[in-house]
C-alpha cells in the first residue's frame, strides 16, 4: 500500500516536472533538486520553493539573490527535455530522397528559366517600343538637327564676320557704308613711314572737302586713290581711315555741335624719298620697282609705270580705263604677271643642287651658243657661245644650252614640289592684292617644254612682288618675313591705336642652302651679267638678271632680282621689271645701282 502511495506520488511529481518545464514557467535558475532521503522516498520541493516559482521575474531575482547569500544548493538545469523537443521536431520532418532532391531542384531552375525567359520578352517589347518610337520621332529629331546645325552656323558666321571680316566687308569699294561714316568722319591721313603725308583731306572754308595727294603719280598705285571708288592703301584702310580715335570729350564735343571728327592716320613702311628715286630711275620705262627690307618683310618701294595722278582720277576715270594699252591703272609690282627669263634658272639651280648635293661640284658644259635634244634646239642670248663652264660660270653667264641640259636631268614631280613650295601655282602670304604666280611644268610636259621652262620661258609667269620675296628670304638666311605695306594706325594727334606684328611664314630655304646660293649670285655680279653692280663701297651686291621673250613680238622684257647688304648688316631686297627694254640686261642694271646707291646713301 505504501509502495503505491509512494508510486502514485512520484508519478504526480514527474507529471507537475513535465508540466512546469513545458510551460517554462518556473526559471531554470529557481528548480531545486529532488533528493531522495535516507529512507529512499522523493522529497516534496518545500512550500517556500513553491512560492517562488509562482512570483513573478523580479521577485524570483530577489530570491535567487538570497538563495545565494543562504548558500542554498540547487539542481543544475537540465537540457534533456529541450533535445527530446529537438529530436520530436526532426522526427516530425521526412527526409526526401536523392530523386525528389533533384526534382525539386529541377523545378525550382525550371521556374527560374521561365521568369528569366518573361523577363528577356519583356525586354524584347520595350526596345521594339523605343525603336519604334524612335523611328516615329526621326523625321522630327532630323528637322531639330537641321535648324540646330543653321543656328550654329549663323551664329559662327556672325562671330566671324564680327571679328574677322567686318573691316574687309567695309573696305570693299563696292560697300558705299562709307558714305554713311563720311558723314560724321573727316577722313584720315596717310602717312609714310617718316611721317610725310602721302594722302590727306582737304576741308574749305564752307565745310567742303577734297581728297589731295602730294606727290601725284608717285604713290597712284601702293597708296591708290579714294575719290573715284578705292584702291590700294585707300582701299584696304578704308575703314581705319573712317574711324577715329580722337580724345573722348572732343568727339563728344564735335557731336554735340554738328561737327565731324578728324579719322586715324595710316602710317605705312613705304619711304617716300627711296620711291621717289626709284621712280626716276625707272624713266620712261614701263614696268615696276619693289624694294622688301629681309630682316621685318617691310615695303619700302612700290612703284608701277605707266601711272595716273590720283589728283584727277574722278575727272579722267572713264579715260583712263579705256586706254587698255598701257593699263594705268594696274599695279604692275604686285599684279603684272611676267615671263621671269632668267632670273628663274635661280629655281632651276636650286632644284640640281637637291637631287646632286655633292656631285654638283663636277658639273661641266661646253656651250655653242645652241643646245639641241631631239631636234628641239635652245639659244643664248646674243647668240654667245660661252664655251667650257662649270655650274657656277653656267649660272653668272645665264647660259640657256647649260640650263636647258640640267632641266633635262631633273626629277619632274621634284621640281614641281619645289615650286609650289617656293609658291608657285599657291596664295602668297600677304595681305595686300596681288596676282598669283603660274608654274605648268609637269609629268606630262615634252621635253621642248621642260627645256623652255627651265630657263624662264614657256608658259611660266611671275610678279615682281613674287621674286622679290624670293630674294628676300635667301638675304634672310632662308626664313621669309610676311610682307606689310602699313606699319601702324594713329589717331590724328599722333597717339598709336594698333600696331601691326612683323610676322614670320617659314623657312623657304636652309641656311646651308642660302649660303650656296649666295656665292652663285654673288658670281653673278663679280663675273656675270651683273657685273655693273660690282665694285660699289658703300655695299655688295647679289642678284640675277633676266631677258624674257615676250609673246606679241615686241622687244624683250628686262628683269634683275637680288639684294644687297652694307657693312652693318642692313639689307635690302629688290626686284625689277622693264619693259621692251631691248636685251634686257643693258638697262636693268643701271638702274638697280641706281636704286641701291639711293637707299644706302638715304640710310
Known sequence: MDNKRELHNNENIRKSNVRRYAGNSVNSNTRKKIKKGDSGKVKRPSDSARTNSAK???ARIKNQANSKSSNVRRRPLNNDFDIQNQNIKKAGERKLSKKEKQARMEARAKASRKNQSMETIKRREMKARLRAERAANRPVIFISYVFLLIFVAMIVYLIRFQIKD???????????????????????????????????????????????YPYGNLFC????????????IEGMMNYRLLTSNAPVDEIALNELNGKKNMGDTVVTTLDANLTNAAYTALGDYNGAVIMIEPSTGKILCEVSKPDFDPNTVADNYEAIIADSTNSSLLNRATNGLYTPGSTFKL????????????????YYFKCTSTFEYQGSKIGCSSGIAHGSEDLTSSFANSCNGSFANIGLSLDITSFKALCTQMYFNSELPVDIDYKKSQFKLDENSTNFDIMQTSIGQGETL?????????????????????PYIVSEI??????RVKYFEQKEVGNLFSKDQTDLLKTFLRAVVTSGTAKKLNGSDLYTAYGKTGTAQVKNGSENNGLFMGFAENEAGRKVAICIVMENAGDGISPVVPVAREILDAYYNIQ
Open 56 to 58: 513573478p521575474n523580479s
Open 166 to 212: 567686318s573691316e574687309s566687308v567695309i573696305n570693299s569699294p563696292y560697300n558705299n557704308r562709307d558714305k554713311v561714316l563720311s558723314t560724321s568722319i573727316i577722313r584720315g591721313s596717310i602717312v609714310d613711314r617718316n611721317g610725310n603725308v602721302l594722302a590727306k583731306t582737304v576741308v574749305a572754308d564752307d565745310e567742303s572737302e577734297t581728297r589731295s
Open 221 to 232: 598705285h601702293s597708296v591708290g586713290y579714294s575719290t573715284r571708288g578705292t584702291s590700294g
Open 347 to 362: 629655281f632651276t639651280l636650286t632644284e640640281y643642287l637637291n637631287e646632286n648635293p655633292t656631285l654638283y661640284m663636277d
Open 462 to 482: 611671275v610678279t615682281p612682288l613674287h621674286l622679290c620675296m624670293i630674294a628676300s628670304s635667301i638675304a634672310n638666311d632662308g626664313k621669309l618675313m610676311k
Open 490 to 495: 594713329d589717331n590724328y594727334l599722333g597717339t
